[in-house]
Each structure stands twice: as C-alpha cells, then as structure tokens.
C-alpha cells in the first residue's frame, strides 16, 4: 500500500530475564504495519507471542517484559518513548484495546454506567452533562438491549455475550482510529461470536478504522481479516492476503494449523500437528519449525531462513516455498470409529430434572411458592456400548450440568440414572459403592485446575489403581506405565508434575486418570476447548483411537460443533436444559433439523474465505426458560404462534433413531434447512 | 438480602447463647461456689448454708441459669461476690475504657495499616515494600510487654513526653484518661498493623495484576485513577474480615499491655476477677466479649456485603 501506515511496527523483540539472568525473547525482529481501514490477522499456538504483540502496540508490556530493541511508531513517535501522560492520551482515545475475557476486564466494583463514563471522560470532547445520553447511544450502536439499564448493572450482571459488547462500547468511547482485539470472541459461544464479528465488520466499514485481530482461531480470521501475519515461536513465519493464506499457505506450520482445524464437511479427523513451539531462549540457529517439519532437511536445520516472496503475495519465512503445495493435509485418514448397531445399552437417563435453587433452611417454613422452571428438564436418553454421544447447545443449555448429575456431583431433582445391567445409580456420588464409581469415569474441561499440581503423574495415576484395584508396588508402577502408554505418553512422564507438562500433555495424563480405572463409560466436558487447535486434533485422534480399543462409551460435551462432529456417533442438541434434537451425527448435521441446530449451524465460523455465517437479525442469549411450551419459542426465526408458547412440542420420529421436537412437521423443516 | 441478614443474626444469637451456656456450665463444674469464695475460710456448717439459701445457690441449676440469663438480657450481670457491688456498674466502666483505648488504637492503626500496605504493594519487592513490610513483622514479632517496657524507658523515662503507667481511676471521665492512655494506644497499634497491612499488600499486589487494571491502564485512566477507582475498593473486601477481627480482639480487652500499663480496662478486670476467683464478673466479661466477636464479625459480613456488588446481588437472587 501506497498510504502511510497508522501503526508501523518495525523489528521489535521483546524478552524477559530468565532465572539464569540471560534475556529470553518472546518477540523476534516483528514488522508489522497497518494501515487506515484495514483490518490483519494475528495467528498463532498459544505462547506464540501474538497477544504480546497486540499489547505493544499500545507501548504496553506485561510486567516482567522488556524491549530489547525496535520501535512501535504511532503518529510519528516511538510509543515507547512517549511520556505517561501522552500514552494515557492515546490509549482508550486513539488506540483502542478489545481484551479477550471482558468478564474479567471489567472492574467488577463499578457498574457499567460508571466505567463508560470514566472512558468518555477521559477521551472526549462531549460537556459531562452530556455523557449518559452518548453512553446510551454507544450501547445501542453495539446493540444492546435496553442500555439505560444496562448501565446500572455491575460486570457480573451481564452475559459473557453482553460484557463483549460493552467492552466493544468502551473501546468506541474514544473514536479511535485503531481497535487491538485480543482473542475477541474466544470463550463465546459460536452464535455470539459470529454476531459479534459482524458488529466489528460493520464497524470497521463505516469508521474506517484500522483493526488488529489476535486469535487462535482461523474461522475467526477468515471472516473479518484482508492481511494475516502468521507467528510462530515469537517470529513471523508467513504474511500475505487472508484468501491467499487460507487457500494456498505458502508455509508448512500454516498448512499443519490449517489441516488440524476439524471442518463439518469432513468425515474424517482432522491431521494432528505433533510436537511443540520451542520455548523462549532455545537455539535459534536454524528454522525454529524444523523438528515439527515434514519438509524438513538439514539445510533446515542448519541456517536461519529469510522471509522470501512465495507467490500469490505472500512472504513466508521456508526455504522450500514450491514443495509446500505437495504435503498432503488431507484429513488424517483416520475412519471415525463407529459403534456397532444394536450393542447393549450402556447408560440410561430416564426422566430427569435437576434444579440449582434448593430450598434453603428458611424457605422450607415459608409457604410454597412456584419455583422458577427446572434448570434442565425431562431428559431421557438411552446410550448404547460402546457409542459416543455429543452434546451440543450454548452455554447455559445445560449440557454440563447433565455430565455433572450422571457423575454424581448434583443429584437430580426428579428421574433415575441406570446402567446397563439394571443397577439403578444412587444420586450423590458419595452413596456410590466403588465398583459403581469405577465403571464412570470425567475427564474436566481445564486440566490445570482437575490435576493436583504438586502430585507427581505417578501419584495421579496411582490413584484409582490403587483405589479400585487394590495395586501397590511395583505391580502399581507397571499400571501407570501402561495407562501412559495408552495415551501415547512415555514411562519418564512419571515422576514430572502438572507444572512441567504442555496443555496437551497435562490432558493426556487426565485421559490416562480416567483410563486407568477401565471404565465402561467416560464423561468428557469440553476436554479439547482450552487446548490449541493442533494439540485439540491429536486428543481427538486419540478419544478415537482409545474408542476402538476399549470398546468406552463416551458422553462428549462441546460447545464447538465441528469437534463433535468430529467424534460422535450420535448428537443431542439442548436448547436451556431441554432436548430438542437427537440421532446420529451425520443426520443432525444435515437437514432436516430443528430450527434451533440451523442457527448453531449456521453461525459456525469455517477457515474459508468464501464462507459467510447465516445469522438472524435480532438474536440473544436468554438466561432462563420459559415456563411452558416450547424452550426455543422466543428466540426461534420459523415460529408458528400460540401453539409454541404453550404446548411443549411433540417427538417427531425419523429414520435411524433421529428425532426432532418440534411443532412443524418434518417435511416443512426440510424446506427451512440451509440451502 | 435482608433474609440473609436475618440468618446472620439468628446464628449470632445461637452463638452467644451456646457461649452462655458453656460458660455456665464451666462455673458448675468448679469446686466452690459464690459462697465458699466469699467466707472464704468460715465456709462450712450453719454459714455456708445461710450464705446459700441467702444467695439462692440451691434452686437447681436450670432454674439459676434461667435467672442469670434473663437478668444478663437486661443488662443486670448481679452483684460481685466479694464487694457486693454491682457488675453492670463495674464492667460498664471497664467497658468504656477499653472501648477508649481500643478507638485510640483504631483510628490511627486503620488508616496507618492500609496506607502502608498500600504503598508496599503497589512498589512491590522496592526498598518501600522490604523496609514497611519487614518493620510491620518486627513490629509484631516483639512481644508486647517487651515493646511496652522499651517504649516506657524511652518516652517516659528518658524523654518524659507522657506518663508511664495509668493512675486514673476507673470511673473517671474519659479525658482525664489522654495523656496517660498514649503508650499503652501505641502498642496496640503496633501490634494490629503487620495483620492489615500484610493482607491489603497481597490483596493490593493481586488486583494490580488482574485483567481489569490492565484493562484501565490499555483505556488511558491515569495511575492514581487506577489505583482509587479501580484497585482499591477491590483490594481492601478481602481485609475487611482480618479487619474485623482485629476489632474484636481490642474491644476484647488487651490483658498484657493493660496490666503492663496499669489500664483500668475489661481485661485488668478479667485478671482481678479471676485472681479473686469472683465467678459473676468473670461471667460477665466472658459473655461481653463473646457477644463483641459476634456482633463485629456480623458488621464486617454486611459491610463485605455492601462493598461487594458481587455478592450483593448473588444473595438477592438475579446471577
């Protein structure tokens, strides 16, 4: 581009001092320029440095960081070397920061009013009297219902949804030329997010600001990105037009992080990218990607590649750009796994409800009154051996807080659970006999908090050994080999701790937890949502694997579709703790469907440039469901009238076990599918 | 909320009551009674069962309990057993001058504690934090009557700046206590600031690391904004309860630095009592104290309440 850049970012490396007193880098020689109106992708595994990066933009550094050399050229002047005064000026004003969890963004003392407020204040012209009314006018633009009462909420009063785009709101109060967007939508829900994406979108168009996106996710990318820089292991690998990196990479780690994304088009799992980024201060004699490399040579290995123009306008930091096009990144080949027809049942739910609002001491002297709806309601499902049965839905759809009574952790307000053979499971896992214990299995979303930190990975797996085997010795170290072997780990991972493991592997070793106590039925609850996209293809690789071998019935819980798509052999869709959809996964995902699985369907973000999400206009998140008829009645674009709101709608029955509920007869909902 | 409130209260009140008990149970349980501690020596034959028939000593012990209880409700704790005086007179004194002291200590070592804390966290691991934060724990770590005796011997002794030890009597009025109290306040003080201040240092530390901070900082608020507006209230909720405690414990009545200072305060009494073996006013002070943590403890949960927006409205019901 001709115009001058807004933001010119040249060389910068940014390190910390490690224990040994050397300087780490984090960051290496980064050039990064945008310009007014143009909007660039910052893509990478986590640890990366993307969000760094984002963040010193603004001259901002976390504590701990320090720049060790370039500049950050806003307006002419090193933000780096302007005073405290100029860049509280400029931050919030011109440059305005999105962060990734506003939830924890937003200073949970003040209501929202007042941190608007503080932000006008600071950054615009407007006399204080006519702050509220321009703060009301920045909640609508990002289109939030009812501001005026918006603002009188505290943070934690909101949606994860709603707390996006207030912080959105905040970061406008400034007019700012630039908006940083670190990982904006990661952590919503897949309609949330694309709703917000399309907020920024339009925003952007019609202020003609410049727009850095930080993300993991390249669906995210695709959609709102003209340019996108590639890092890996603090440096740029690839850098070009979004279409052309999305289409034609002309890097391997980008054709690697494309090939693991799960895609719902594919009936195979996606290729896993094996190993991991060096880590700050290691060796940087050759390409930093090598050891993870297909390509890789010793000419690799040996000098440090340059960014060279790859064609299609991109610069990729390979030496061997032309070879990439042959590496095949097809899906890993892997079959799914199928669960035989008619196999015994393994699990039944049958009937149940569960309530978070337990009367307290008081309540129960107090008259009776009508609680509020069940959170969940008249859950019946029949799981068969040996089946992997998806739940999808938002958050709030209960879909944990089902995994959650089937462990034992919240007894059901009403309804029974019964295994396979007939044993009825007592509500409170504390009633449970150990056999009973041992036959279900969890694996948590986040192994950080579900893996003691100062437990060794012996100690870890040790556990149920002993405790449902009665193993001790080294009968007990042979086991825990064994279960490390089972999830492709090797016998020194024993005596590490969580600590010293990578995300991937810290969840391996809460699969090989699960594992060791030879379940029959293994409850996962968003197992892959805090890992990269690489690392979250090789656990999935691996839930197959363990699939076929073991012959384990698995309740799998995401938000993301496509990984379910990826894994299950059947899907139940809940809409506010109600079922609306069920059968096996290859139907769900086709038409038709109940109106609900269209809109999770069709907000699903695809790494493809041609791909646009269908959304309806005026969709929010409800916090609770309704009293009768149909849970989905509110929000549902195909709505037939009085009929939803007050009769819960009928089982409709279609070939292979797959059953919608919903008043419109299967053969309209055809007509409605996607198309 | 406001059932929230009641709950609290109901649970206070069950707490005093089981410390009433036990209490009353424990006096039971000691050889003797009122009257073999008032004839002392001549507590045997016709004496000792005048004495109690005169004192009411043989109705059951229910029936005792009973009328303790419901005179201490209305603030009538007997008489003392030697003096025959009047507890409520005596321990009301007592009372409002360990209440005068405790306020002294309070009102400089609140403020002092926060403000250092405060300052050790936002420069944290500076020559500030090392020289506030390791002079709050030697501070803490000298016992009391050591302190005490040290700044005896250099105010008073060697400077001369105000008396050592308390000659006013119990019962007079609160300004003839000023000069006097000054030592014996700051010893407290000293005390009671290394719990704070080391509480709103961590607490400090961790606010100023979160997200919403960085947030303020990435929206241009100006440090001292930040700190105020953003970090403060969200790092003095967790101090409230060490706070709290804090409190309590002063209007407990300090025994050490009482009686170092000849204090005419709850806990000299409570020493007196105990070494007079006067059961009733040992009771007294007992239930007094009991009903201070209580009735603390309950203003810093509804204060904690009040500050947090967070837990305001997770109590009324809208999450």
Redesign the interface.
Known sequence: MTTQPLIDIRGLCVGFRGRSGSMLPVLHGIDLQVCRGESIGIVGESGSGKSTLALAAMGYLKHGLQRISGEVIYNGADMFTRTAAELARIRGGQLGLIPQNSGQALTPTLRIGRQLDEALRLHCALPAGAHTARAIDLLTQVRLPDPAAILRRYPHELSGGQQQRVAIAMALAGEPDALLLDEPTTGLDVTTQAHILELLRDLARTRNMAMVYVSHDLGVIARVCDRVQVLYAGETVLEGPTRAVLKTPAHPYARGLLASIPRLGESTLPRALEGRPPSPGSDRTGCAFAPRCALATDHCRAIHPPMVQGGTGQESRCLYPEQIAQMDMSGSGAPLSCCPRNSPLALALDTIAIRYDRPGSFARFMPARPGPPATVDDITLTIPQGETLGLVGESGSGKSTILKTIAGLLPPAQGRITLGDGTALAPRVDKRPPDQLRRIQMVFQNPDESLNPRHSVADILAQPLSLYFGLAGPELRRRATEALETVRLGAHYLDRRPGQLSGGEKQRVAIARAFAAAPEIVLCDEITSALDVSVQAAVLELLNDLKARHKTTFVFVSHDLTVVHALSDRVAVLYQGRLCEIGPSATVYAAPSHPYTEVLLNAVLEPDPDHAPHLLTADVAELSPPACGCPFQRRCPVKLGQRCDTDTPPWQKGADGHAIRCHIPLSELNKTGRG | MI?LL??RLALGFVTVWLVSVIIFLGVEALPGDACTAVLERDAHGEALAKCRTDMGLNAPALARYADWAGAALQGDFGVSANGQESISQIVGYRVRNSLLLATGALSVGIPLSIFLGTMAGLWRDSWIDILFSSGAIFAMTIPEFVAATILILLFAIWLGWVPAIVLTPADAPPLEFFPEFVLAAVVLTMIMIAHIMRMVRSSVIDVM????V??????????W?IVF??AL??ALLPAINVIALTVAWLLGGVVVVEVVFNYPGLGRLLIDAISDRDLPVVQAITMIVAATYVGVNLVADILGLL????LR?HHMG??
């Open positions: 059932p009641f709950r690391a979160s997200d919403y960085q947030m303020a900082t990435l929206k241009g608020v100006p440090y904004q507006r953003h209230p969200n500050l947090n927006p967070r409205s809208h999450r």
